[in-house]
């Protein structure tokens, strides 16, 4: 039976489109464990919304579903370490990138790509107009371009407020932030990233 996991699972050097954009499936290729045994499943919501391991998928023998607590029956190799991980991911309400974002920094767990954290480019299309709320709101409150009201996101210029930004307006603006959030001035970009992940896991 252990041997017999290493024959059924994906063969996936890669994390396709619909695992990016999915809310219920989680490649774990992306996740850095001990054992690479675990690198061509996926951890899925079932039908009880309670996370599995999918090791399989075929029409004729069904979904081959193990749930944290059984993998060591599976998998000679794999350590309580990497179990342990697994538990943690499967009792996540959602696999979407955002959220992913967020829990992955809470259990802290890094993952070995940070580019596996990312929508499908056709899904980043669809939530640009999400998106620009959020973009616009934080370069009028931390960088206050003069022109804030007529700036154009799709404009390739924009990016020059990012790089040649007014020091001293900046620093005074990211200090406001710092004041009315309650937080460390170094704290700002951190809080800002957290903030982002979840307005967009919402908006996702």
Same mark, same amino acid.
């Given at each position: 039976?252990?041997?017999?996991?290493?024959?059924?699972?994906?063969?996936?050097?890669?994390? @396709?489109?619909?695992?990016?954009?999915?809310?219920?499936?989680?490649?774990?290729?992306?996740?850095?464990?001990?054992?690479?045994?675990?690198?061509?499943?996926?951890?899925?919501?079932?039908?009880?919304?309670?996370?599995?391991?999918?090791?399989?998928?075929?029409?004729?023998?069904?979904?081959?579903?193990?749930?944290?607590?059984?993998?060591?029956?599976?998998?000679?190799?794999?350590?309580?370490?990497?179990?342990?991980?697994?538990?943690?991911?499967?009792?996540?309400?959602?696999?979407?990138?955002?959220?992913?974002?967020?829990?992955?920094?809470?259990?802290?767990?890094?993952?070995?790509?940070?580019?596996?954290?990312?929508?499908?480019?056709?899904?980043?299309?669809?939530?640009?107009?999400?998106?620009?709320?959020?973009? @616009?709101?934080?370069?009028?409150?931390?960088?206050?371009?003069?022109?804030?009201?007529?700036?154009?996101?799709?404009?390739?210029?924009?990016?020059?407020?990012?790089?040649?930004?007014?020091?001293?307006?900046?620093?005074?603006?990211?200090?406001?932030?710092?004041?009315?959030?309650?937080?460390?001035?170094?704290?700002?970009?951190?809080?800002?990233?957290?903030?982002?992940?979840?307005?967009?896991?919402?908006?996702?």
């Amino acid at each position: 039976m252990k041997n017999a996991a290493a024959e059924i699972m994906y063969n996936a050097d890669q994390i @396709s489109e619909f695992d990016r954009d999915s809310l219920w499936s989680l490649p774990l290729l992306m996740i850095p464990f001990q054992s690479d045994a675990l690198k061509g499943s996926r951890l899925v919501k079932n039908n009880q919304l309670e996370g599995v391991v999918k090791l399989f998928n075929d029409a004729k023998t069904g979904r081959g579903h193990v749930s944290p607590e059984h993998l060591h029956k599976f998998f000679a190799d794999i350590s309580d370490s990497d179990i342990n991980v697994v538990r943690k991911l499967s009792l996540l309400k959602s696999y979407d990138v955002y959220s992913l974002r967020i829990s992955l920094r809470q259990n802290g767990i890094d993952v070995e790509d940070y580019d596996d954290l990312k929508l499908s480019e056709n899904k980043q299309l669809e939530l640009q107009d999400y998106m620009r709320p959020f973009l @616009s709101n934080l370069i009028v409150n931390i960088f206050d371009p003069e022109d804030a009201k007529n700036f154009d996101l799709n404009d390739a210029n924009l990016l020059n407020i990012f790089y040649n930004p007014d020091i001293q307006k900046t620093r005074k603006q990211l200090r406001s932030i710092a004041g009315m959030m309650d937080i460390k001035l170094q704290d700002v970009p951190s809080f800002l990233q957290k903030y982002g992940d979840v307005y967009l896991s919402v908006a996702y």
